[in-house]
């Protein structure tokens, strides 16, 4: 147990769907963020929350829309996504996003695929 | 953009070889963090290392940050088969707002043959 979950685990979603994805930290931490791990590429950082305020957003289209209404949860919204946002979402938690160390607890991920 | 490189990108031996995986940057990190992924699962954090040149052990696993905290490695002795999954080194970054950032390696696949 990770103390990080998400929801739901798989996703087949329509170019033309709306759906979210949610995340859950039970740690107590202050910061979240989303991630995207695509094959064969580095895991890239697409948004940070820290104390429910998003302080980074690393170039996203605007079809990621994400959503922190507290501490202990957040949320991407997606809408008219293409076939190359087919990844794994991953959704991870630390304790502040300032600390020495920066560690970051992930959830087990959603899986998305784009038809 | 810091890249982290990590080295072999893919690694298949079997059970009680040794092995070492590497992470390499021109960059350098206030602190490096090592992560094992399993298939349909998140990252999970392995160790954090700050100082350089500093030794860290966890169990069969050893993990090094260089002198001048720019790279890392981590050996592995007598490898299992429950030591296979993706590996991933990431280089953490203190930048001018005074916040943090994580630069993560494309990873070390190992799959350990019993």
């Known amino acids: 147990e990770t103390g990080v979950t998400q929801t739901p685990r798989h996703l087949v979603m329509g170019m033309t769907n709306k759906k979210s994805l949610k995340c859950e930290q039970h740690?107590?931490?202050?910061?979240m963020y989303w991630y995207k791990q695509s094959a064969k590429k580095p895991l890239e950082l697409m948004f940070v929350y820290s104390l429910e305020e998003r302080v980074e957003n690393n170039s996203v289209p605007s079809r990621f829309s994400p959503e922190c209404p507290n501490s202990s949860h957040l949320f991407l919204h997606l809408h008219t996504l293409q076939p190359e946002d087919s990844a794994l979402y991953l959704c991870a938690s630390s304790q502040g996003a300032t600390g020495p160390n920066y560690e970051q607890y992930f959830g087990p991920g959603t899986r998305l695929t784009v038809t | 953009t810091q890249l982290l490189e990590q080295s072999p990108q893919f690694l298949s031996i079997q059970e009680g070889e040794n092995l070492t995986v590497y992470c390499n940057s021109s960059?350098?990190?206030?602190?490096l963090q090592w992560y094992r992924q399993e298939p349909g699962e998140g990252p999970v954090l392995l160790v954090t290392v700050v100082t350089g040149g500093e030794v860290k052990k966890l169990k069969r696993l050893t993990f090094q940050f260089g002198d001048a905290r720019k790279d890392s490695s981590l050996h592995i002795t007598a490898a299992q088969p429950g030591d296979t999954g993706l590996y991933l080194c990431?280089?953490?970054?203190?930048?001018?707002?005074?916040?943090?950032?994580?630069?993560f390696g494309s990873g070390t696949r190992l799959q350990v043959q019993p």
């Open positions: 740690l107590g931490h202050n910061a």
């Open positions: 990431a280089g953490a970054i203190l930048r001018l707002t005074g916040r943090r950032a994580l630069t």
């Open positions: 960059s350098v990190f206030s602190s």
